[in-house]
């Protein structure tokens, strides 16, 4: 049984629409599917998408993949979607 939303579950869209090697957009994380589906999704396959994505983007993270400034760990850019 899915549970009921009460609110719309936001776009994990931050406007960096470029795609990387393994085509996941550099911007928000999602493949091409969940990005064309998106609006067709219900609000569990959104939530699941956006846990999928900030998987992606840590495990490029742990990858050296992406610039680490100052010995921090750079900010996310939909840092409020995780």
Not at 45 to 62: A, D, N, S
Request: aromatic share 8%; with cysteine; hydrophobic share 30%.
């Amino acid at each position: 049984m899915e549970q009921l939303e009460f609110f719309n579950v936001p776009s994990p869209c931050v406007g960096v629409c470029t795609v990387d090697e393994r085509g996941y957009c550099r911007g928000c994380m999602r493949n091409r599917d969940e990005r064309f589906n998106w609006l067709n999704m219900s609000p569990a396959q959104q939530l699941h998408v956006i846990k999928l994505c900030r998987q992606r983007y840590l495990r490029k993270l742990r990858k050296g993949q992406i610039d680490n400034i100052d010995g921090q760990e750079p900010e996310s850019p939909q840092q409020d979607l995780f």
